[in-house]
């Protein structure tokens, strides 16, 4: 034992950096105990969905609350595809994180100050339904390892069905059903192909797009997003998410 570390084990910091590491520890045994359940049993209520309903009760305005869980079976095939087309074009392929678009975010961060874009879909599960939304590095870290851990806890049928069942489409508006009756008076599964592109073309910011649904850069980028709908899968390897 060298003298640094018998320095460092009669510290009086030593308790309460082994209890802080012990916490963290417990703490991920957690979530991935409480991702292992999720597997079967429904997150009907997120810690984003608590957070949305406390602020808007913060700020003494009264907003319904509209969330409606449908199986994947019932969704159809169209918001599959759209939101697979927008938001995570490797969802098929990846391990829970696409590197390669991780890789130029941290780039552009380095070089530009800014990044953003590259959580995928399982990213954006573990962040909606089990951690924060905050920008820290802790935090995306927490994201990255539990991402990688839930693409193989989860099939990919399971991590497209809880994101679409959690994602936000609006300010209370949360799942893809609601947001389809919401926005278009119908079901999921009676989404059009431009339907559909517009639900997923809005859900990078659905509060301000849901006020602003009419823009030229919405109507672009739903154009954008149903054009690579006819070119986006949902078969690969075992997996089969038209189901």
């Not at 389809?180 to 592109?197: D, I, V």
């Amino acid at each position: 034992m060298t003298g640094a570390l018998r320095a460092f084990l009669r510290h009086p910091a030593r308790n309460a950096l082994l209890a802080l590491a012990a916490a963290a520890l417990l703490w991920h045994i957690f979530i991935l105990g409480e991702a292992a359940a999720y597997r079967w049993v429904n997150p009907t209520m997120t810690p984003y969905m608590k957070l949305e309903r406390a602020r808007i009760a913060a700020e003494g305005r009264r907003v319904p609350f509209r969330h409606e869980w449908i199986p994947l079976s019932r969704m159809g095939p169209n918001i599959k595809r759209a939101v697979i087309a927008s938001e995570d074009q490797k969802f098929l392929h990846h391990d829970g994180v696409d590197w390669d678009a991780l890789e130029l975010e941290m780039e552009k961060h380095l070089e530009k100050g800014r990044g953003g874009g590259a959580s995928t879909i399982t990213q954006q599960v573990v962040k909606n339904v089990f951690l924060t939304h905050e920008h820290s590095y802790i935090r995306k870290a927490r994201e990255i390892l539990i991402s990688l851990a839930l693409d193989r806890l989860w099939p990919k049928s399971r991590i497209l069905e809880v994101y679409l069942n959690t994602a936000e489409f609006g300010e209370g508006i949360f799942g893809v059903q609601s947001a389809a009756k919401y926005y278009f008076g119908c079901s999921a599964s009676a989404l059009t192909e431009a339907q559909a592109a517009f639900l997923a073309a809005i859900l990078p910011r659905p509060r301000y797009y849901q006020v602003h649904r009419g823009s030229a850069f919405i109507r672009r980028k739903a154009a954008r997003i149903e054009y690579y709908m006819q070119r986006t899968p949902l078969r690969a390897g075992g997996e089969n998410l038209a189901r």
